[in-house]
């Protein structure tokens, strides 16, 4: 480490004695860790040698020479080496090249801090499985929607309600003052600058229904390395992510609202209460 080679007595193989151990001298390019936890594998238990803790969070205690990004001090997650091992050990030597700094957001307990996002016209066709989804993502979810939509997104998990139709909502600051890190813009006539105060450092607006002055922001943005962004989404379908919301409803982890169903012979119907812009959820016609 940092100028001495850290010396470990170890064997490589099965039987062979005393014979058979030798000193090995860490080399450059390692990290010196003080362990916080680990995990165990079933590829431990399988290949059971005593040292195979692999999986390891912990503290850089010392690096090497070789090694720029780290310092005594960060707080890291790492993959031992699978012959090294080490993670049931209070210390461990780690490979710089899969060790990584763990920022404070991320907890040894499983938890991290909740992304904020918020969601326009959450009551509408695709807000409301973008609740949903965020919300099967451990996400903290504000919403915008009419008064008369509140109860039914708070029932599909939305934290903090926002009424459009007030002067509060229509700014978007969320009641609890949070930031946020994502929107999901769902509706029309809402400019950057309307989200720009409430967005975290490197927030980010998807925007679902682009006009002309999302694609110039968006540009502009880019052009000049901004950290808050807009950026213009138009949905690509691939089969494996259809699969994969078929699979959260079969799970009855993703549910869809039904705001109406119209038969096909009176499917204009249907039509005009989606141009009418006041679905909850979607307009069906049944075949
Ligand atoms: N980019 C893409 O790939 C993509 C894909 C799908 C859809 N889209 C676009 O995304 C938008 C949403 O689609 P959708 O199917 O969810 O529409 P929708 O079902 O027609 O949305 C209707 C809902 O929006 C609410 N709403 C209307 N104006 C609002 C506002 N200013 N603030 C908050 N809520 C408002 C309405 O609530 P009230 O009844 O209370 O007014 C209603 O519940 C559409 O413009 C659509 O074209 C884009």
């Not at 170890?10 to 010196?32: H, I, N, S, T, W």
């Not at 682009?210 to 943005?221: A, D, E, H, K, S």
């Amino acid at each position: 480490m940092a100028g001495r080679l850290m010396r470990a007595v170890v064997y490589e193989g099965y039987g062979g004695g005393a014979a058979k151990l030798k000193v090995l001298f860490f080399p450059k390019d390692e990290v010196l860790l003080k362990m916080e936890a680990t995990s165990v594998n079933p590829f431990d238990w399988k290949m059971q040698t005593g040292r195979m803790r692999i999986d390891a969070a912990g503290e850089v205690i010392e690096v090497d020479e070789g090694v720029q990004n780290l310092k005594a001090g960060d707080k890291v997650v790492s993959v031992l080496s699978y012959g090294g091992g080490g993670g049931f050990s209070e210390y461990a030597v780690a490979w710089k090249a899969l060790t990584v700094k763990r920022p404070p957001e991320i907890k040894l307990d499983g938890t991290a801090k909740p992304t904020n996002i918020l969601i326009t016209a959450a009551s509408g066709g695709v807000g409301h499985y973008a609740v949903q989804l965020a919300k099967l993502g451990n996400a903290h979810v504000t919403v915008t929607c009419g008064a008369r939509n509140a109860d039914f997104l708070k029932s599909l998990g939305a934290d903090e309600v926002l009424d459009y139709n007030t002067t509060e909502g229509a700014a978007l600051m969320s009641p609890s003052g949070k930031k946020y890190d994502y929107v999901i813009h769902c509706t029309t006539g809402v400019s950057f600058s309307t989200f720009e105060p409430y967005l975290n450092r490197n927030g980010k607006v998807i925007d679902l229904t682009p006009g002309p002055r999302t694609m110039l922001n968006f540009v502009f943005q880019k052009l000049t390395f901004s950290k808050k962004q807009i950026a213009p989404l138009l949905v690509m379908p691939k089969s494996e992510k259809l699969e994969y919301m078929i699979e959260l409803v079969k799970e009855g982890k993703l549910k869809t609202i039904i705001d109406s169903k119209h038969p096909l012979n009176k499917a204009e119907d249907a039509w005009a209460k989606s141009i009418d812009g006041h679905a909850t959820g979607k307009i069906i016609v049944e075949h």
